[in-house]
């Protein structure tokens, strides 16, 4: 559940266009080009680390 919250928000942010102000930024601190495709993979990994959180610590179902 957690990753759907996390690429809703990025999709959210993108209405304000916060993927062109994250995309230069990531291209300035690291010197790659990254796309769209790669913001929202990024959002996607850091809601699957939420999830594998919670998997852990044993509440994951009890989010469900």
Do not use: H, P, R
């Not at 690291?30 to 769209?36: A, H, L, P, V, Y």
């Not at 959002?43 to 044993?58: E, K, M, R, S, Y």
């Amino acid at each position: 559940m957690t990753i759907v919250s996390f690429l809703l928000i990025g999709w959210i942010l993108s209405w304000f266009k916060f993927e062109q102000v994250f995309i230069q930024a990531f291209q300035e601190l690291f010197n790659k080009t990254i796309s769209k495709a790669s913001y929202y993979f990024i959002f996607f990994c850091i809601g699957a680390l939420g999830d594998i959180v919670l998997l852990l610590n044993g509440t994951f179902f009890d989010k469900l």
